[in-house]
């Protein structure tokens, strides 16, 4: 598989993007949705920022009060015995290594636009932020599907209830409406795919079974985008390969040929994330065709490998030009980068089921 990563990787970094507030700091501009708006690269960042604190015993958690539409900031003692503060992106119940309490940032959405696909300019504010009770810890890694003249974004929304997916939609990329939640917590990594296939929506989904179960990938089909059923297991785990301990959706599939090209992400028990790629039936997305047996890519450049939380390739959307695809993906859970590939070399390392 030929890849060529752009010279210019990581594309946008924390450094690039100023915090929303003066007492805050940027810790991630990363997995983001992509999408192309007035003949530019639409890349709408997941913004992690966290509270500064001057005291290095003191760790600082935000909270967002949808009653009083303030920003609230707890403060945690690291000697406190009654939380586990071993993961520097949550606070655990001490004892409890199931779920959070909090979380140490919160993530909100903010676009990044550009002519070229190669050189970002931020937007100076955010574009969707926390604003409701089930935002209150954040929403993170928004997806972008165009139908017809309206982009749905759809995002993780974390709060003491769960992470759910919740969703908006625009014209414009200036304002926004509202959808509220489409697929109730414990769930992530949605896909929409970008028409109706024999008259109905589709969407790729990743419940987190706490009982029996994986996190593996699903489908579920709609007439109206919001209200989701008629759900179906559509990919699983593979013991002792690149997507053996948990899977999710990636860019929104886009049509080729041969099927419905996806571009997923997996990972191992270590945590190291990959990118890989199934090929579903154009007329029934429910079928799998062909799926990567080895990753199309895996974290072996600087920026892969080393960040907020290192060995990680998540990929986020795609541009299609002929045979040329242009991969945006999170590096590190801090930064965006681009890889370009050649769409037949991805259908040919494909596996035929």
């Not at 598989?1 to 594309?11: G, K």
């Not at 009770?133 to 309206?150: A, C, N, V």
């Amino acid at each position: 598989m030929n890849i060529y990563r752009y010279e210019e990787n990581p594309l946008v970094t924390p450094m690039d993007v100023t915090a929303h507030r003066p007492d805050f700091e940027v810790i991630g501009a990363f997995n983001a949705g992509i999408t192309t708006y007035n003949d530019e690269i639409i890349m709408l960042l997941r913004v992690a920022e966290r509270p500064i604190s001057e005291d290095p015993n003191i760790v600082k958690a935000p909270i967002y009060n949808h009653k009083t539409r303030e920003l609230e900031i707890l403060e945690l003692n690291l000697d406190d015995p009654q939380y586990d503060f071993s993961d520097p992106r949550t606070i655990k119940k001490a004892g409890n290594p199931h779920g959070f309490v909090y979380l140490t940032s919160l993530s909100y959405l903010r676009i990044a636009r550009s002519k070229d696909g190669h050189h970002f300019t931020i937007d100076e504010k955010p574009f969707v932020y926390p604003s409701n009770e089930l935002e209150t810890f954040g929403i993170e890694d928004p997806r972008i599907t165009k139908i017809e003249d309206t982009y749905y974004i759809y995002f993780s929304a974390a709060s003491p209830v769960g992470v759910g997916e919740s969703m908006v939609s625009t014209k414009d990329f200036v304002t926004t409406e509202h959808h509220g939640m489409i697929f109730a917590p414990e769930n992530k990594d949605v896909l929409i795919f970008p028409e109706k296939i024999n008259g109905k929506y589709y969407a790729l989904h990743r419940p987190v079974p706490k009982s029996v179960g994986e996190p593996e990938i699903w489908i579920a089909e709609s007439t109206n985008l919001l209200h989701w059923g008629n759900h179906k297991h559509l990919l699983g785990l593979r013991e002792g390969m690149w997507d053996s301990a948990r899977m999710g959706g990636g860019a929104v599939p886009f049509k080729t040929e041969k099927g419905w090209l996806e571009l997923y992400h997996g990972a191992t028990s270590d945590h190291r994330y990959c990118m890989g790629a199934v090929l579903l039936d154009l007329e029934d997305p429910t079928k799998v065709i062909a799926r990567s047996n080895q990753p199309i890519i895996e974290p072996e450049a600087d920026y892969e490998v080393e960040g907020f939380f290192g060995n990680v390739v998540f990929s986020c959307g795609a541009v299609v030009e002929g045979d040329v695809v242009k991969m945006y993906y999170g590096v590190a859970d801090t930064s965006m980068a681009c890889a370009e590939f050649s769409l037949q070399e991805i259908l040919d390392s494909l596996t035929y089921l």
